[in-house]
Structures are given as structure tokens and as C-alpha cells.
């Protein structure tokens, strides 16, 4: 099968890794910039990731508790904002060796792959962490006032978006299986009963909180997304 090749191609293994090399410290200075502006309005982002649980009263029980919850969200958030540049660089390196049916698969992959895991964090910091911060405060509010750690409480709420976006790579994973023939649309179809079983064991294995609705959001998002893969497999396949 020809390959892809453009002028590049004749490159000895020395000049691959030097291109590589650069790309990875364009993509480092980009993670650095996008850090450290996460960092200049950190104030904002906390009062973002704080909406969903309106109305609590935080405290800082240790001398730099939000400084170091402050490096640590912007960490995080340059980390998640520049992944995909991160990848369109990592995409520029390894498409001059792949062929045109690769190139098919691998482009609407990855950036299906990047939608989902931004779609996750989005169902999470919407509809999951509202649903178990709701169930914590009610539990027991008229014995305890909910009074928490600004720091265990971010911890908490970056597990919880981030857990959630890996969950949404399910489709992908499936279209992945499906393309190398692992397994078809159609056996996927057929084990859909096994599915729901394990959609709720994975709900309570990603999400951070214990309580039961948050897992069975969790576990409906999986089920969906499971029978969203099986259409996207049946659609590539046609």
C-alpha cells in the first residue's frame, strides 16, 4: 500500500526526533502559557468551580492551602486546554507515515476522542457534581453545617470531571475494537444486558462520590454512550 509520504520523507531517524523534539517544546511552551494565564485568573475559574456547590462556606485550613489548590488547578487546566494542540502537534509528527485509510480513521478518532473527553467534563461539572454536592449537603444539614476544605473540595471536583471525561472515550474505544475486528457492532449489540451491568459497576468506580444518583447518571451516560459507539461502528462500516 503507498504511503503518505510528503518531502520530509527521506528524513533520517536523527531529523524525526529532532522535529519531534521541537514540536514537544512548542507544545510545552503552549502548556507553560496557557498554565500560567489559568493561573493570573484563578480567581475566576474558582468562582466557576465553586457554582456547583452554591451557598457553601470554604475554609483554608492550612497556611498556603489556596495558593497550592490555585498552582494545582491551573496545572490541571493547561494540562486539559493544550492537550489538543498537544495532539495536533503528535498528529503532524506521525501522518507523513501513515496511509490514506489510516489518515481516515486516525483524524476523525482523535478528534472525536477530544469532543468527548470536553463533553464529559461538561456533563460532569453539570449534571454529576451538582446531583452529589446536592446529596452531601442534604444528607444530615439540619445536625452538621457544610462547612469544607477549599482544597479536598477542588481535589474532589477535578476527579470527578476528569473521571467523567475518560468514561465518554468509551465510543471510541468501541470504534477501535470494532475497526481491528476485535469484535463487531453487531456482538456488541447482542451482549447490551452485560453492558448495563458493568455501566453501573464503572459509575460507581469513576465517580468519587459514594452517593447512588450521581452512579446512576453515571451509569445511564455509559449505557448511552455504549449504544452510541454501536451506531457510529454500524455507520463506519456502511
Known amino acids: 500500500m503507498t504511503k503518505n509520504w510528503n518531502n ?11 522535529e519531534l523534539r521541537q514540536r514537544m517544546i ?13 493561573f493570573l485568573y484563578n480567581k475566576n ?18 497556611p498556603g492551602e489556596y495558593f497550592f489548590a490555585s498552582i494545582k488547578i491551573a496545572i490541571y487546566l493547561g494540562f486539559i486546554i493544550s492537550s489538543p494542540f498537544t495532539i495536533y502537534q503528535l498528529l503532524l509528527f506521525i501522518l507523513p507515515g501513515l496511509t490514506k485509510r489510516e489518515t481516515s480513521f486516525v483524524i476523525p478518532i482523535l478528534i472525536s ?15 454529576l457534581a451538582p446531583a452529589a454536592l446536592k446529596f452531601f449537603i442534604s444528607y ?27 468514561a465518554f472515550q468509551l465510543p471510541v ?15 456488541m449489540l ?7 451491568f458493568i455501566s453501573t459497576i464503572l459509575g460507581a468506580i469513576l465517580t468519587p462520590s459514594t452517593d447512588p444518583l450521581t452512579q446512576i ?13 454501536i451506531l457510529a461502528l454500524k455507520s463506519i462500516n456502511r
Open 8 to 18: 520530509n520523507a527521506n528524513m533520517s531517524i536523527f531529523e524525526h526526533l529532532e
Open 45 to 62: 475559574i474558582s468562582w466557576l468551580l465553586q457554582q456547583p456547590a452554591n451557598g457553601i462556606k470554604f475554609l483554608q485550613l492550612a
Open 173 to 187: 474505544i468501541q470504534i477501535l475494537l470494532g475497526i481491528t475486528n476485535t469484535i463487531s457492532s453487531s456482538q
Open 26 to 38: 512548542f507544545a510545552l511552551i503552549i502548556f507553560i502559557i496557557i498554565t500560567i494565564a489559568c
Open 217 to 229: 447518571f453515571m451509569s445511564l451516560a455509559i449505557s448511552l454512550l455504549y449504544l452510541l459507539g
Open 190 to 196: 447482542r451482549y447490551w444486558k452485560y453492558t448495563i
Open 140 to 166: 444530615g444539614e439540619d445536625i452538621i453545617e457544610p462547612i469544607w476544605s477549599f482544597e479536598q473540595y477542588f481535589n474532589f471536583i477535578l476527579l470527578l470531571l476528569f473521571s467523567t471525561g475518560i
Open 113 to 127: 476522542s477530544i469532543l468527548l473527553f470536553f463533553a464529559g467534563t461538561f456533563f460532569g461539572y453539570k449534571i
